[in-house]
């Protein structure tokens, strides 16, 4: 309920701030507040604020007796500020207060609405969490259903229901944006989001299909996409056929108008024979890029899961400046009894020197890894390794991420399990209420608001 008073006579302290004589320049005004329900979920709402001569608004909510929460402040553009309401109890009624900000001044409480959050839909499994020794945050998980994204304990915070029926690729960015798998006139797209679902663009690459495993979304809005293209090729001297259709990875970097900025290809830098076994059938997926990061650097680390390889490129030039793993590896191997890495996911940059990824290896147990590599002396010594239980078989898909404390968030996959473990390899938190199910990718966020979000790993 409104507390139209309060309103009032916030208004009338506006008008007297604001001054209303020519040489003072136009009032502040509030014309309205509503507090809606957010259409993609329940536990979410947002505060429309209309007005003119204000700078922003942000919102204050709490349930009674309970912690009061904040947003960060969101502009008013053309005289309008969507301000998200986020992250409510399920079946909760919540006092919602508006404030507004002109210059260095705060005008709170300039409506308290009541707003009462739904119920979650069946669709998101019982989840919970166990485990204390964690790194702060959300984490998103990209279900088979919808990505959902929970806290340390397990409660589910947010979420949008996109069924697809094998994965959703859902990835959060520093730019404040989420991008997510779909399709878009029967063609393989990324959605870019807001923080309230609402669907804002596409990516995809110019001019190739566009591969649904990884984007990568820098500051300025410009975008890392992985693209494919195909040739027709004679595959007969090497075992396989003579009009064989080969499918190599392309790297493409856009500007936020979707405009080519940069363009690597494999077939330019990689040869059929670098496969350890050359495909006897009609069609040959010859890189299967996967996964895509910045070293610390600046320049690109990308995921080969056919060729077991982990490839560094200039991203100016397109120059490769190492290849790790796979049959064309350039580094010596230490302390790794399995020998290096198969079929992995999940390539990101860690601690200084360092790669981690998933190995998904050709058996269980599939394993979280981290080396640190010498790009002068070529060797890659393995520092740490984190295994679930002895049968965890991630046979496709997953992901990593690594935090500056030195833990890492581990997705096995189509292996059913979400864990963080420390620097030692020890588990220090996991996902429950998963079994089953495949978590295509699971990722950390330092908050819910795209203005505060942040990215944890850097």
């Not at 929970?150 to 996109?162: L, M, Q, S, T």
């Not at 991008?179 to 990516?203: A, K, P, Y």
């Not at 690459?205 to 992985?226: Q, Y």
């Amino acid at each position: 309920m409104r507390e139209l008073g309060r309103w009032a006579a916030v208004a009338a302290t506006m008008a007297a701030f604001t001054g209303c004589g020519e040489d003072q320049g136009p009032t502040a005004t509030l014309e309205s507040v509503v507090v809606e329900p957010n259409p993609h979920n329940v536990i979410s709402a947002v505060s429309v604020v209309t007005g003119a001569g204000f700078d922003s608004a942000f919102v204050r909510y709490w349930e009674e007796g309970g912690a009061v929460l904040e947003s960060p402040p969101y502009p008013l553009e053309e005289g309008v500020a969507r301000v998200p309401v986020l992250g409510l109890e399920p079946a909760t009624t919540y006092l919602v207060e508006t404030n507004l900000v002109l210059g260095d001044s705060v005008f709170a409480g300039v409506d308290t609405s009541e707003f009462v959050a739904g119920t979650l839909p069946a669709w998101i499994p019982a989840l919970a969490a166990q485990g204390s020794d964690t790194t702060p945050g959300f984490v998103t998980l990209s279900l088979p259903d919808g990505p959902v994204i929970i806290d340390n304990a397990g409660r589910v915070v947010w979420y949008k229901e996109r069924p697809d029926g094998t994965l959703n690729s859902f990835q959060a960015h520093p730019n404040g944006r989420y991008t997510l798998l779909g399709l878009s006139d029967s063609v393989r797209v990324f959605s870019m989001l807001n923080e309230l679902g609402d669907e804002i663009g596409i990516l995809q690459c110019a001019g190739r299909p566009t591969r649904f495993h990884e984007i990568m979304m820098e500051a300025d809005d410009t975008a890392w996409l992985l693209c494919d293209e195909t040739r027709i090729m004679d595959l007969s001297g090497v075992g396989g056929l003579d009009s064989a259709n080969v499918t190599a990875t392309v790297v493409q970097h856009l500007s936020p108008e979707g405009e080519l900025m940069f363009e690597w290809n494999a077939f330019d830098h990689f040869d059929i024979t670098d496969l350890v076994v050359i495909p006897t059938g009609p069609n040959v997926n010859f890189t299967h890029g996967n996964g895509i990061d910045f070293d610390h650097d600046g320049n690109l680390l990308l995921s080969f899961r056919s060729l077991n390889e982990v490839t560094k490129v200039d991203k100016v030039t397109g120059e490769v400046m190492w290849r790790f793993g796979g049959k064309r590896s350039q580094f010596s191997l230490m302390n790794d009894p399995d020998s290096g890495f198969a079929r992995q996911h999940g390539v990101r940059r860690a601690g200084p020197g360092m790669v981690q990824l998933l190995d998904n290896g050709f058996s269980p147990p599939s394993q979280g890894e981290r080396y640190i590599l010498n790009p002068v002396t070529k060797t890659a010594i393995l520092t740490v390794a984190f295994f679930d239980t002895p049968d965890r078989f991630a046979t496709v898909g997953g992901s990593t991420q690594y935090f500056t404390n030195g833990h890492a968030l581990i997705s096995f996959g189509r292996g059913a399990a979400v864990v963080e473990f420390d620097e030692s390899g020890n588990r220090a938190w996991e996902v429950t209420g998963i079994d089953g199910l495949y978590v295509f990718r699971a990722q950390r966020i330092g908050s819910l608001y795209a203005p505060g979000r942040g990215d944890p790993t850097r």
